[in-house]
């Protein structure tokens, strides 16, 4: 069987290799870049997060997330860590569940990818952009941008997202899906920085700290996260604010996003604190106040917003003062105006319906002998492995599928 798939990524790397399993299937990825896996070489800030040890369900979104449920129950994160295994990847874990490899360096992963398909006889033909794709009688039609013409009996769509501009996000697999009837849903950027206000951010701008965040809308909680965020001068960016990101893309307006600028301690211990340090430095200034617990401009902003000079000395600080501070440092806020676009996005949400196609096999149910997998489909992960992870598991099954081999791979 001649399986052609369309899009040499992370997806589309894991599908050749497991179409290819059986000889008889002769594989060719058509890649528009001039080199496969671009994107992946920029995962995880270069070292490539490849997976996470607790990735479940949970963790991914999109009008139905249970769609995911059977490619990454057949091959989960550990699964997807014995083939890279197999393919020569050494990995290292991190207490967080997150997987880069041992070398550090993402070039590694997409090497063993690509050299593992070539010694398997796949072919990958790079700077190919596919423009068009067809079904004629029984073969897949295939159009180069030259108008020159590939055919195949199966068709994979592997071609990825819009984020991730810079390195190769295009919305080329949604408009081919389309072209066979699929639709597709509303997209948009996610795991992406936040737009606030930026009255009070943009002079902490470089500022990292730990914080608690929350998204609400009228007292309603959207999302909630913890771990580090930094400020920037049009809003906020860091691990815990991608977490928050998905819900203020689809979902954010009119929303405020709340920070707990010292998540270890509660209102209570943090007007203890302050109380403590009023009688043992009474006459320290109240830019001091915070010293030893907080980043000095962060205290210093949460003292501008709450009207508090910075020269007045502890002493002078009333009970009612301590308390709001306490309040600023438990909620100090930013409204929400948006967020950056896909260029800056790490993963798109949003997507090809997967009510067109069957979770079993990643088939399309409109087209026989068309199959998609990846980040094309409406599914999306969370921060920390789980994209790539979801690339895999629905590329692996998709390549399974195309190639015939499901039965004998159970
Ligand atoms: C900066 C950044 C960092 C990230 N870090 C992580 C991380 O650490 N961990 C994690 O799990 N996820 C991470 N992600 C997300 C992850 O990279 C993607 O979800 C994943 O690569 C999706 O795999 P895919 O195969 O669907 O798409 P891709 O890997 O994007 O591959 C699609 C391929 O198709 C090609 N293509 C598109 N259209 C055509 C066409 N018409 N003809 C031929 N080829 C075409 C593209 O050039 C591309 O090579 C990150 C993303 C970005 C942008």
């Known amino acids: 069987m001649d399986i052609g798939i369309i899009g040499g990524g992370a997806s589309g790397l894991a599908a050749a290799l497991a179409a290819r399993e059986s000889l008889d299937n002769a594989v060719t990825v058509f890649e528009r870049q ?3 896996a671009r994107k992946l070489l920029a995962t995880g800030n270069g070292r490539c997060n490849l997976t996470n040890r607790g990735a479940g369900l949970e963790n991914y979104h999109g009008g139905d997330p249970d769609f995911a449920g059977p490619a990454l129950y057949r091959f989960g994160p550990e699964d997807t860590l014995r083939w890279f295994a197999g393919l020569g990847l050494v990995t290292r874990t991190e207490p967080s569940g997150r997987v880069y490899p041992l070398a550090d360096t993402a070039g590694s992963v997409a ?15 790079c700077a190919l952009p596919i423009a068009r794709a067809e079904k004629q009688d029984d073969r897949f039609l295939l159009t180069g941008p ?49 737009r606030t206000d930026n009255t009070w951010v943009r002079s902490l701008k470089g500022v990292r700290t730990q914080a608690r965040l929350t998204l609400e809308r009228e007292g309603a909680v959207l999302a909630a996260a913890a771990g580090e965020v ?26 405020v996003v709340y ?13 203890q604190y302050m109380t403590n340090k009023q009688n043992d430095f009474p006459d320290l200034k109240a830019e001091n106040l915070l010293s030893g617990a907080l980043h000095n401009s962060i205290a210093r902003t949460v003292l501008r917003r709450v009207q508090i000079p910075q020269e007045t000395r ?43 196609f069957d979770p079993e096999t990643m088939a399309s149910r409109l087209m026989p002998g068309l199959y998609a997998c990846g980040e094309v489909l409406d599914i999306d ?7 790539l992870q979801w690339a895999w598991s629905s590329g692996r099954l998709a390549g399974l599928a195309a190639g015939g081999l499901l039965e004998a791979a159970v």
């Open 34 to 36: 001039n080199r496969p």
């Open 111 to 125: 090497d063993v990818l690509r050299l593992a398909l070539e010694a398997r006889g796949g072919s990958i033909q």
């Open 146 to 194: 030259l108008g020159e013409r590939y055919a195949c009996d199966r068709l994979i769509i592997a071609c990825g997202g819009m984020a991730g501009a810079r390195v190769g996000g295009v919305k080329d697999g949604y408009e081919l899906l389309r072209g066979f009837g699929h639709t597709v849903t509303e997209l948009r950027p996610a795991l992406v920085q936040l």
């Open 230 to 255: 930094q400020f920037t001068d049009y809003g906020l960016t860091g691990p815990a604010v991608y977490d928050l990101s998905r819900a203020a893309s689809v979902d954010g307006a009119g929303c």
């Open 259 to 271: 920070l707990r600028l010292l998540p270890e301690l509660d209102k209570v211990d943090i007007i």
């Open 314 to 356: 502890l002493w002078a600080l009333s009970e009612a003062a301590l308390a709001e501070i306490a309040d600023m440092l438990c909620r100090f806020d930013a409204p929400l105006t948006g967020t950056l676009g896909f260029e800056d996005a790490q993963v798109t949400a949003g997507g090809a319906d997967t009510a067109q």
């Open 381 to 387: 992960g969370d921060c920390g492995g789980y994209n």
